[in-house]
T-cell receptor, first 113, second 113 residues
Framework: SQKIEQNSEALNIQEGKTATLTCNYT??????LQWYRQDPGRGPVFLLL?????KEKRKERLKVTFDTTLKQSLFHITASQPADSATYLC????????????FGRGTSLIVHP | NAGVTQTPKFQVLKTGQSMTLQCAQD?????MYWYRQDPGMGLRLIYY???????DKGEVPNGYNVSRLNKREFSLRLESAAPSQTSVYFC????????????FGPGTRLTVT
């Protein structure tokens, strides 16, 4: 069966360090992958999209990589700040099928001052 | 622009009661979605509407009905609420088509006793 795996344990890091979150998947042929941020009590907010033929995407302090051989995406936040503390969700869209993304369960990031 | 709005924000129902969750978007998006989010389960798609006049089942449609009233509005109805439907419900919209990011509303927290 298809699975999207994100670390269920919270990631704790110190302010100023680079946070790296992982999204692994099995039995998918994704056409694209998205990352969202979700704050407590609020809806997810779109951050970045990377397509299957792209290796890396950047936006300000954010960087996403996509390795279709390893079936993995890494999401990096450089120079992290306490305001970056949130839950981060990855979502995969399939090639040749519905365009609607399937979401992972998310990983909580806590940035300590 | 308000983006995606949802009403109500909170609701408590007794088992067997019915209710309708309302969602509206002012971004002229073609596609709209309803998700539920439960602890440890991530976001699961209930129903979606690719365009005005069409609706389709998602991953967990049982116990729900939807209406795409017009391009702006997409409602979710629980005909006979059950405790298993206790969850946070999110409405989302997207431009349409392949790999567009989704814009989420603030959510409705529903408790069924």
């Amino acid at each position: 069966s298809q699975k999207i795996e994100q670390n269920s344990e919270a990631l704790n890091i110190q302010e100023g360090k680079t946070a790296t979150l992982t999204c692994n998947y099995t039995n998918y042929s994704p056409a694209y992958l998205q990352w969202y941020r979700q704050d407590p009590g609020r809806g997810p907010v779109f951050l970045l999209l990377i397509r299957e033929n792209e290796k890396e995407k950047r936006k300000e302090r954010l960087k996403v990589t996509f390795d279709t051989t390893l079936k993995q995406s890494l999401f990096h936040i450089t120079a992290s700040q306490p305001a970056d503390s949130a839950t981060y969700l990855c979502a995969l869209g399939l090639s040749g099928g519905s365009y609607i993304p399937t979401f992972g369960r998310g990983t909580s990031l806590i940035v300590h001052p | 622009n308000a983006g995606v709005t949802q009403t109500p924000k909170f609701q408590v129902l007794k088992t067997g009661q019915s209710m309708t969750l309302q969602c509206a978007q002012d971004m002229n998006h073609n596609s709209m979605y309803w998700y539920r989010q439960d602890p440890g389960m991530g976001l699961r798609l209930i129903y979606y509407s690719a365009s005005e006049g069409t609706t389709d089942k998602g991953e967990v449609p049982n116990g729900y009905n939807v209406s795409r009233l017009n391009k702006r509005e997409f409602s979710l109805r629980l005909e006979s609420a059950a405790p298993s439907q206790t969850s946070v419900y999110f409405c989302a919209s997207s431009v349409s088509g392949f790999s567009y990011e989704q814009y989420f509303g603030p959510g409705t927290r529903l408790t069924v006793t």
